[in-house]
């Protein structure tokens, strides 16, 4: 019989549970446009016990409809759970487990970084290699514009960090399929 | 017509002939309406009374209950039942009352954020924001509630707007792109479940609430005794497959007999139908019938390889799809003698342990005992409310389900303070047929304010107390998983000997006819006279205080691990 007592480690609280990792999914959503959707949606995966990884929201072409893009982790088991307890909330039309390969998928980000007179022009040389966008230049800092892949994303913040990133900005991704087939 | 007024009708065109409910500043519009409406109206003592009436009734009726509270601390006291309606799929429709418009989000008076508070107990719910929207709205709600996998739908209505003059125009169809259930299953499927039913050799059909809420009872008779095989039902789904029956195996799971689990846990095929798998029948995981593939209906596709992966999934409504199955199994012409070895070991099983326990020695009464004798006095014709604990399990055990709809409980939830409230709206929804509730000390004083609804309605509804003095359920935890380290699990220490309070004085106090019973001897005679007499009856039963509930799988444990 079991021995309640017996205090639980916290690796067999781990084995036990769903603290799995596999891909990273790309969910893109399209739910009615009205009030509290996206609280619902969000609800559910808390208490499902799943982490978003990131979230963004728009209009579509559709004023009726908005696209809700999620990226999270998970092993395939547990998205499919997500997935089909997504399916069950009245207001969702349509999810699409997005196909990392068959998938566009932009990011934008914004970065402050410090600069002194030397530094500012290496910035800008690499916001162009990036092809950034300066979009504002102060006396002691600078503002970048990236647009384009994570990867991409990761990559120009890991070159400006050295220079003393200031402050960073990201949107989440949003994600489209190829092809001719819609989302 | 006023928005409130407009209600009503939408009610009456729903079908709508009881309602349960409790009043207040935000809902006062509605109630106004309720005086011309003629829509009977049940007044409960507290407003989880009326949730639970509401799930009560639906579950007595297979009808959409209805349940009406004010804003603030009257949905708060909703929330129970909300979500005691969600984790047993009962169809109900709430309607909380709102502060005025222009008071959302202030704080203001009564206010709470209904919505908020109930949106991960829900199935679905709307604040209604223009009164023109409620036909529609109410429309939708009970279609909502009523279709698929059913469940609770809350309406919240600000208080301004319930009393704008709107249209009132009868809605019938429903405009809802992101719900549509998938009731037909796929015949491709259906045809593999049949083909993998007619090769099994140690097949279990495992029943669950899914049957008795899609009313596909019969359909379900059918396709056991066409294929003979062996049944077991969950909690939730007793009574739709009929007991005592030969093919019968009893319930299933934490403290469902050992046939059934022992079945389970060497089947090689089992049939789940209306039933997800709770962690109450599959005990540990990894080790839940280790040899078996998996048929898996339900109307719910995220119901299907959420806990148990499925080899064949079939998502549709269990009564359009077991006919089919069993006119594709009938076609197969399986032979029936492969069967017989596997009866035999059930056999012996059930032979070698029957549902038993020891009878007094002191002549106490026994709360098996108790089961047993409602059972016989009913004639297994009533309808059972149980309330949550070790008598619930009891009435599980001992009284045998003959029909759906006669075991009225809180399966998921487990919800202490449950059967009484339920009981008066399955009594409303079923009145010809006895209803007997069945708690213990604890739970009956949860809600046992609603004797008073009882009394006021005149429902001639029967309560059974299982007094042991103690939270039972609990008291069994403490005692084979704690050391018996009995902490704050007895009821009763207060002034010595006597069981507190005194029960039957205090159904004396609402006007129900009390009495206590403590003699084995008479007991089945004593319940006789009692359920006899006319109107509500009260009955505080003393049994012995030590008592039980097994076999047992322990919590984590196996199925072939039962104890007791
Ligand atoms: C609202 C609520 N609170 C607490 C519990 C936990 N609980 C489960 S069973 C039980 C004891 C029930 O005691 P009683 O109603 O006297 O029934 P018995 O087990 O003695 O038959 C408790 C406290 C619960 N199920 N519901």
Redesign the pocket.
């Given at each position: 019989m079991v021995d309640t007592n017996e205090l639980l480690s916290l690796d067999e609280l781990e084995a036990a549970g769903n603290i799995r990792t596999g891909r990273k999914h790309v969910l893109s959503i399209l739910v009615e446009n009205k009030p509290g959707v996206l609280t619902r949606v969000s609800g559910l995966f808390t208490r499902r016990g799943f982490n978003i990884d990131t979230l963004s929201v728009g209009p579509t072409d559709d004023e009726r409809v908005s696209r809700i893009t999620l990226t999270l982790d998970g092993a395939l088991h547990p998205i499919d759970q997500v997935v089909k307890q997504l399916h069950k909330l009245v207001n969702v039309l349509k999810i699409k487990d997005l196909e990392p390969t068959e998938t566009v998928a932009r990011e934008l980000a914004l970065f402050k970084v410090s600069v002194d007179g030397p530094t500012r022009s290496e910035i800008r040389e690499l916001a162009e290699v990036f092809r950034g966008k300066v979009v504002d230049i102060g006396k002691r800092s600078i503002i970048v514009e990236i647009t384009g892949e994570r990867s991409k994303i990761e990559a120009f913040e890991r070159l400006v960090r050295p220079y003393g990133l200031v402050e960073m900005i990201r949107t989440g991704e949003v994600a489209i399929s190829r092809g001719r087939d819609e989302t | 017509m006023r928005a409130v007024d407009a209600i009503m009708e939408c009610l009456k065109a729903e079908g709508v002939d009881v309602v349960f409910g409790y009043p207040g500043g935000a809902n006062l519009p509605t109630y106004d309406a309720f005086v011309d409406a003629g829509i009977h109206h049940v007044l409960v003592r507290h407003e989880a009374g009326a949730g639970h009436a509401a799930e009560g009734y639906a579950k007595a009726t297979g009808k959409v209950g209805v349940a009406f509270g004010t804003s603030g601390p009257g949905a708060t006291n909703l929330v129970t039942p909300i979500m005691d309606a969600m984790m047993d799929s009962v169809p109900v429709v709430f309607f909380t009352g709102q502060v005025r418009t222009e008071l959302l989000g202030t704080d203001g008076f009564q206010e709470a954020d209904t919505i908020g508070l109930t949106m991960p107990a829900v199935k679905h719910s709307f604040l209604i924001t223009d009164p023109r929207e409620l036909p529609r709205t109410i429309h939708e709600a009970f279609h909502i509630a009523g279709t698929g996998r059913p469940g609770p739908v809350v309406i919240d209505l600000p208080q301004d707007l319930s009393k704008v003059d709107i249209p009132y125009e009868p809605i019938t169809d429903v405009h809802l792109p992101g719900y549509q259930p998938r009731t037909t299953g796929n015949q491709k499927q259906i045809r593999q479940a049949a083909r993998a039913l007619a090769s099994a050799r140690r097949p279990v059909i495992y029943a669950g609430g899914g049957v008795v809420l899609g009313n596909a009872s019969e359909e379900l008779r059918a396709l056991v005794r066409e294929g003979g095989f062996p049944i077991t039902c969950t909690l939730m789904g007793l009574g739709a497959y009929p007991a005592p029956d030969p093919q019968w195996l009893g319930m299933l799971g934490m403290h469902g007999t050992r046939a059934a689990n022992y079945a389970m846990d060497e089947a090689d095929l089992i049939c789940a139908i209306g039933a997800r798998f709770d962690d109450r029948i599959t005990g540990k995981l990894s080790e839940f019938a280790p040899r078996a593939k998996f048929i898996h209906i339900d109307v719910d596709p995220a119901e299907i390889s959420k806990n148990i992966p499925a080899h064949i999934p079939i998502v549709g409504d269990a009564k359009q799809i077991l006919p089919r199955l069993t006119d594709e199994y009938r076609a197969l012409e399986a032979d029936r003698p492969r069967l017989d070895a596997w009866w035999q070991r059930i056999r012996t099983w059930q032979e070698r342990h029957p549902l038993a326990y020891e009878p007094a020695q002191d002549g106490g009464i026994k709360p098996q005992s108790v089961i047993e004798a409602i059972y016989t006095v009913t004639g297994g014709e009533a309808i059972i409310c149980s309330?949550?604990?070790?008598?619930q399990m009891w009435s599980a055990q001992y009284y045998h389900y003959p029909e759906p709809r006669r075991w009225i409980n809180s399966g998921g939830l487990?919800?202490?303070?449950f059967g009484l409230p339920a009981a008066i709206g399955a009594q409303m929804g079923d009145p010809e047929r006895t209803t007997v509730v069945v708690?213990?000390?604890?739970?009956i004083q949860?809600n046992i304010q609603e004797l008073a609804t009882i009394r006021q309605e005149n429902l001639p509804v029967k309560v059974v107390v299982?007094n042991?003095g103690?939270?039972?359920?609990?008291r069994q935890w403490q005692e084979l998983f704690w050391q018996e380290r009995y902490s704050h699990v007895e009821m009763n220490t207060y002034g010595g000997e006597d069981a507190f309070p005194d029960f039957v004085k205090l159904a004396d106090a609402y006007g129900i006819r009390g009495l206590r019973l403590t003699n084995a001897e008479t007991l089945e005679d004593d319940l006789r006279a009692a359920f006899a007499a006319e109107g509500p009856a009260f009955i505080d039963v003393r049994v012995t205080r030590n008592e039980k509930v097994y076999p047992m799988i322990a919590p984590g444990e196996a199925a072939r691990d039962m104890v007791g």
């Open positions: - | 309330d949550v604990g070790q008598h487990g919800t202490m303070g708690t213990g000390d604890g739970s949860m299982l042991n103690y939270l039972g359920m609990v």
